[in-house]
Each structure stands twice: as structure tokens, then as C-alpha cells.
């Protein structure tokens, strides 16, 4: 089946640093990417969508300017915490979806810490 | 709004034991309802799924029936084994909104016991 590879698994960060996940389709070109986070015992939530060579389009109340993602290629979505805050650490995860399928591929998930 | 809402871990059971994560949902119209799995170290994946009432999804023993009466998707499994520990997510996805937003649950760790 279709590989998500989503780097690091982990990362440790101080405040005020910023943070860059890779999210990468690994044999097959995925149109849309789909950025999620989820907090301790809560639900997986959608923060932005991705499409590749556009804008991504963020959920309501997530910030655009503190999480930058870019989609420059079929393969890769990045998403770049920036200035990250200790109430950032969170689990990040990530999605890929061809284009015309409803299915989805996901990363392994990033767990960020910031100090 | 469109919600799902699991039971919440970690469960924890024998080999051989009969398993039940319970999942209600709430949503307008009729949504698609999944749950995904994902083993340690892993990307998540679909586990099964159920696009209408008393639709039945299964697959690796796991069965889930589709319960509009009741809005619950619960996951069963007559047997498990050691390797099913994972964390298990129920999740719907709306057609009257984008096919893109996935609603999920907060998820349900399971481990079993030799």
C-alpha cells in the first residue's frame, strides 16, 4: 500500500525556536495533504489543508503566521511552527490523498515538546 | 456540529478475550463511518468503514455495524490477539461537507495480554 514517511517522530524545541515537520509520499503523488493535531485524550484535529502549488487552507482557529505550510512538490508538505510555545507541544500528524480517491495515507506523527 | 466520541483507554485484555470499543457519533445527514488503527510506530489506517445504516464493516475479525437509531459505530472483535494492541480510532466523514475533513475520535489504546 501507499507509504507516508513523516519526519522527525519526535522533537524537543525551546520556546521562542521554530520547528519544521516533513510529511512525504513515498510512492505515489498526493495532490491534497492534510495537517492534524491532537492534544492529550482529545480528538485528532484538522488544522490546514494543502494543495500542491497553492495556499493551504487553515481550519478556524488556527493561525495562518504562526503554522506555515508549504506543499511545493507531489511529494512533500511541510509544516514550520514558528516561535513555538510550550502550549504548542502536541501531536502533529499528517495526511496524503490522490487526487480523485476519498482514501487517505498517514504519517507516523510527530510528537513536539517545547521547554 | 459532527462529533464522535470514544470510549477512552487504555484497555487492557487477555488473549483470546472478546473485545467492544464503543463510538457514538453526531452528525447531520448520513456520514460515512470509519475506524482506523494504528500499530506502534505506524501511520494510521483504515481498518474498516460503513457508508449506511446497518451497513456492516469488517475485516482482520474486527466488525463494526452502523447504528442509526442509536448513533454508535461500536468495534468488536470475537478474539483478540497480542498483535492487535494498537490504538484504535473511530471517525466519520460528512457528505454534505468537504470529503476531505475526516472527524475523528480522541482514540483508544488497547493492549493485550499473552
Known amino acids: 500500500g501507499a507509504v507516508v514517511s513523516q519526519h522527525p517522530s519526535w522533537v524537543i524545541c525551546k520556546s521562542g525556536t521554530s520547528v519544521k515537520i516533513e510529511c512525504r509520499s513515498l510512492?505515489?503523488?498526493?495532490?491534497?495533504m492534510f495537517w492534524y493535531r491532537q492534544f492529550p485524550k482529545q480528538s485528532l484535529m484538522l488544522m490546514a489543508t494543502s494543495n500542491e502549488g497553492s495556499k493551504a487552507t487553515y481550519e478556524q482557529g488556527v493561525e495562518k503566521d504562526k503554522f506555515l505550510i508549504n506543499h511545493a512538490s507531489l511529494t512533500l508538505s511541510t509544516l514550520t511552527v514558528t516561535s513555538a510555545h510550550p502550549e504548542d507541544s502536541s501531536f502533529y500528524i499528517c495526511?496524503?490523498?490522490?487526487?480523485?480517491?476519498?482514501?487517505?495515507?498517514f504519517g507516523s506523527g510527530t510528537q513536539l515538546s517545547v521547554l | 456540529g459532527n462529533s464522535v466520541t470514544q470510549m477512552e483507554g487504555p484497555v487492557t485484555l487477555s488473549e483470546e478475550a472478546f473485545l467492544t470499543i464503543n463510538c457514538t457519533y453526531t452528525?447531520?445527514?448520513?456520514?460515512?463511518l470509519f475506524w482506523y488503527v494504528q500499530y506502534p510506530g505506524e501511520g494510521l489506517q483504515l481498518l474498516l468503514k460503513a457508508t449506511k445504516a446497518d451497513d456492516k464493516g469488517s475485516n482482520k475479525g474486527f466488525e463494526a455495524t452502523y447504528r442509526k437509531e442509536t448513533t454508535s459505530f461500536h468495534l468488536e472483535k470475537g478474539s483478540v490477539q497480542v498483535s492487535d494492541s494498537a490504538v484504535y480510532f473511530c471517525a466519520l466523514s460528512n457528505p454534505y461537507s468537504s470529503a476531505s475533513k475526516i472527524i475523528f475520535g480522541s482514540g483508544t489504546r488497547l493492549s493485550i495480554r499473552p
Open positions: 495526511s496524503a490523498r490522490v487526487a480523485g480517491a476519498e482514501k487517505l495515507f
Open positions: 510512492d505515489f503523488q498526493a495532490t491534497t
Open positions: 452528525a447531520t445527514g448520513y456520514p460515512s
